[in-house]
Structure formats: structure tokens, C-alpha cells
Antibody, heavy 121, light 107 residues
């Protein structure tokens, strides 16, 4: 059964960038979509974007266009999410999660443990 | 963007109660609607996808249905482990938006 293991917590200054990684182990990876979802403290879930590693195709929410980049390294079965121009409102827990083969329709059935990103001066 | 409006935002119920949570989409999403359960400090867990397909290992007291752009999650007999926050998510169109959540609390 595939597991997603994320990188550790980060503390960043406003205006800087953060890279969060998500490593898949124990199962198939490259032909499943991987999405990034964030959750600000005490708030709901927000879908940021996703990638289908086998195709390298990405799909971003308009809210994050130009600030977020999702990439994949198939040799290490790792998907990464870069978020730049950080502001305090980006303080959140960031999750990676696996979707279906070659798409996003059937929901997110395997989740990483979450990575806390704190943006503070 | 498609807006997903969940109701109620919170509810109090007792063990054994039947609980219904509704999610309304601002436009048609076919049946591309998923339901998640989230407990404090944990990642969400997928319960139901494509409106009514129960995920493997999820108890049969959970069910989902669709009527046009209205979707319903029903818990037929609430159990102590069901107290959590529930989210809907549409996966028809980017961005694949979530509802604002429904917190189910103990009465």
C-alpha cells in the first residue's frame, strides 16, 4: 500500500519561498495524480494544484497561479511543491494526497502526514 | 470557480442519531463529488467518492446521494468515532474546491 511521507516543518520570512516534498513508497506512483491541499489554522481545506507524474502535466488553482510550482522526480518517487512570495496568510499545514490514475475525479485516497509552514517576520 | 456550500456548518447529535449533511454546488458537477472526514491534527480521510461510492473499509452506516447539484452525506447511526469535521469536494473542474466543512459534535 502506497504511503506518502512529507518533509519537515518550515519557518519562513515574508517574501521568501518554501519547498515541501512528498515521497511515495510502497506502491505505484507515476500514473496517479498528486494534489496539494492546505489548511490554515482553524480553517477549512483549500486545493492548490496537482500533477500527474507520468505526463508531467500540472493543474493549478487560479488563486495560486504564478506563486506555486509543482514538480516531480520519478527517480526518487518524490513530488515537490514550491510556494514563493510568502505572506503571513500562507501559514498553514500543507498536505500532499494521491488521486486516481491519470486524473483527479475520484477524490484523494492516500494523504501525507502534513507539513506545517509558518510565515513570520 | 465552483462554490460548494455545505450545511449546516456545525451540528450537535447523540450516539445512535441519524445525521445528514448537505453540499450544494453552484453549477453542475455531474457526480464528481467526494466526502472526507477529518479529526483534529490528522489528515482527511476519503469516505465516499463520485457521490455515492463507499471507500473500502468505511463502515456501511455512511452513505452518499445526489439530486442535481445537491449532495447528501448520511450517517445512519452515529457512533462515538464519527465525531469529526466533514468536507465535501468537487473534482469536476479546476480548482477542485472544498466545502467549508461541517463539525459534528457530541450533544
Amino acid at each position: 500500500q502506497v504511503q506518502l511521507v512529507q518533509s519537515g516543518a518550515e519557518v519562513k520570512k515574508p517574501g521568501s519561498s518554501v519547498k515541501v516534498s512528498c515521497k511515495a513508497s510502497g506502491g505505484s506512483f507515476s500514473n496517479y495524480s498528486i494534489s496539494w491541499v492546505r489548511q490554515a489554522p482553524g480553517q477549512g481545506l483549500e486545493w492548490m494544484g496537482g500533477i500527474i507524474p507520468i505526463f508531467g502535466t500540472t493543474d493549478y488553482a487560479q488563486n495560486f497561479q504564478g506563486r506555486v510550482t509543482i514538480t516531480t522526480d520519478e527517480s526518487t518517487t518524490t513530488v515537490s511543491m514550491d510556494l514563493n512570495s510568502l505572506r503571513s496568510e500562507d501559514t498553514a499545514v500543507y498536505f500532499c494526497a494521491r488521486g486516481e490514475k491519470n486524473g483527479y475525479y475520484k477524490g484523494l485516497d492516500v494523504w501525507g502526514q502534513g507539513t506545517t509552514v509558518t510565515v513570520s517576520s | 470557480d465552483i462554490q460548494m456550500t455545505q450545511s449546516p456548518s456545525s451540528l450537535s447529535a447523540s450516539v445512535g442519531d441519524r445525521v445528514t449533511i448537505t453540499c450544494r454546488a453552484s453549477q453542475t458537477i455531474n457526480s464528481y463529488l467526494n466526502w472526507y472526514q477529518q479529526k483534529p491534527g490528522k489528515a482527511p480521510k476519503l469516505l465516499i467518492n463520485v457521490a455515492s461510492t463507499l471507500q473500502s473499509g468505511v463502515p456501511s452506516r455512511f452513505s452518499g446521494s445526489r439530486s442535481g447539484t445537491d449532495f447528501t452525506l448520511t450517517i445512519s447511526s452515529l457512533q462515538p468515532e464519527d465525531f469529526a469535521t466533514y468536507y465535501c469536494q468537487q473534482t469536476c473542474i479546476t480548482p477542485r474546491t472544498f466545502g467549508q466543512g461541517t463539525k459534528v459534535e457530541i450533544k
